[in-house]
């Protein structure tokens, strides 16, 4: 892993979380796309939260020591940005358009949101052995 890629996924965790939520304020409406666009934004959240938590409460420098997963994050990072991407696109540029046009100009992408949800759940795990890492670094047994 190179120095940075923990800060990167931050980074790149934090544009998407607000690319996100832009796209699910603008989607609002009762079929399963919203709700599912809505939790991905909840989960895009958490996600985050935990990741910017772990660099701030990490004693010494975290992007110093090699994580498992990282290009796996990364990916499921960047596909997702992609697929948020689709959503802005569609946005209209003026306020004259309503919100059933933009989900006919994007189709539908609950599937592809639940997908997500998925995957960022298993990223979790990977999380917390980072953290285990980190504290068996600290605290090694005898």
């Known amino acids: 892993m190179e120095p940075g890629t923990i800060l990167s996924i931050v980074q790149l965790s934090g544009s998407i979380l607000n690319l996100g939520s832009k796209v699910?304020?603008?989607?609002?409406?009762?079929?399963?796309?919203?709700?599912?666009?809505?939790?991905?934004n909840v989960r895009l959240q958490t996600f985050y939260k935990l990741v910017d938590d772990f660099v701030h409460d990490t004693p010494g420098a975290p992007s110093q020591l090699e994580?498992?997963?990282?290009?796996?994050?990364?990916?499921?990072?960047?596909?997702?940005k992609r697929f948020l991407e689709q959503y802005?696109?569609?946005?209209?540029?003026?306020?004259?358009?309503g919100r059933s046009t933009q989900r006919a100009r994007v189709g539908p992408g609950g599937l592809e949101a639940e997908d997500f949800?998925?995957?960022?759940?298993?990223?979790?795990?990977?999380?917390?052995?980072?953290t285990l890492r980190i504290l068996q670094r600290e605290c090694p047994t005898t």
Request: one cysteine or more; a negative charge; proline letters at 2%.
């Open 67 to 80: 994580y498992t997963g990282t290009s796996s994050i990364i990916r499921t990072l960047n596909e997702c």
């Open 88 to 97: 802005d696109r569609a946005l209209p540029t003026s306020r004259t358009l």
């Open 117 to 130: 949800i998925n995957r960022l759940s298993q990223h979790y795990h990977e999380l917390q052995l980072w």
């Open 24 to 40: 699910a304020r603008e989607f609002i409406g009762n079929d399963r796309e919203r709700d599912e666009l809505g939790n991905l």
